[in-house]
């Protein structure tokens, strides 16, 4: 399989964090360097100046979009202010003759403006959730998902949401084994909860400030296949059952059930991805009560099914 072709677009007032995610998951930590290709463009080649100190020696204009099959705008500065057309045309275009296009946190904008996501669902950073949805009522946006794939237009959250958007892109492109590979290389989780479109409702605590509470989170990780209640695990913990469910809140911000569902999940997905057990096998070692209640909490989550997910990220992949 010939190296996909990756353009990162480079615009004035760049985010250096934003700007450096796919140039360096895709280019200095890949372990396979024949898997992409990747470039830097911009409407007018040359130095482009991120607006706080650092500058980009971009040697390729926009017809670098019209050869790529990613297209990575990981920034825009402006959300109020609409790009150039030119700019605008050349994204689109890549999107109709069939490549993946991308928008990093506030770059989603920048399909916005174009049209792409009309009528599409997206993510854009939360603190601009009312702003964007004001400008572009037809986009239905989701702020709390990490990142979405819709037809092709490939949409993240703010800051660190790039770095599992694009770990997202290597896995679908060529499977979990090389995304691992990549993860570990930058000292990171390969992938947060969620899957296709990752949703995190809450995130879930691996430690509090509660020592009573870190106890029994430990201990219930290591017990997820077991039923409990909330009597048991209060007295576990030397209190009432209305002061534990009390402090549990207040560490974790869920209540016991959420916490648990949210781990029993996380482990559904090491199980569907590591191993080949069915199913049924995966819902019970993961705690659900039933393969139909694990199905329907695996859909509701994640909007796939296991099986889904499974084919989606232990499928066999091209060139692996």
Known sequence: MPALSVAVVATPGFSPFHFSVPCTLFGLMMPEPDRYRLSLCAETPGVVDSGNGMLVQVEHGLEQIAQADVVIVPFWHHPEQKPSQALLD???????????????????????????????????????????????????LDTNALYIDDDRLITSAGTAAGIDCCLYLVRKHYGSALA???????????????????????????????????????????????????????????????TFTRHFQKATGMSVGDWLTA???????????TTDRSVEAVAELAGFQSPVSFRQSFKTQFGVSPSEWRKTFRGAAPGI
């Open 263 to 273: 781990e029993r999940l996380q482990r559904s997905q090491e199980l569907l991805e």
């Open 180 to 242: 691992n590979r990549v993860a570990r290389r930058m000292v990171m989780p390969p992938y947060r909860e969620g899957g296709q479109a990752q949703f995190i409702e809450r995130p879930v605590p691996e430690s509090t400030r509660d020592a009573h509470i870190n106890q029994l989170l430990d201990y219930l990780r290591r017990n997820l296949h077991l039923t409990h209640d909330l009597d048991t695990l209060a007295r576990t913990v030397s209190m009432s059952r209305r």
């Open 90 to 140: 050349a994204i689109a275009a890549a999107w109709e003759r069939g490549a993946e296009v991308v928008g990093l946190c506030l770059g989603t904008y920048v399909l916005a403006w174009a049209g792409l996501l009309n009528h599409h669902r997206a993510a854009t950073h939360w603190e601009y959730e009312r702003d964007f949805s004001l400008r572009f009522p037809e986009v239905q």
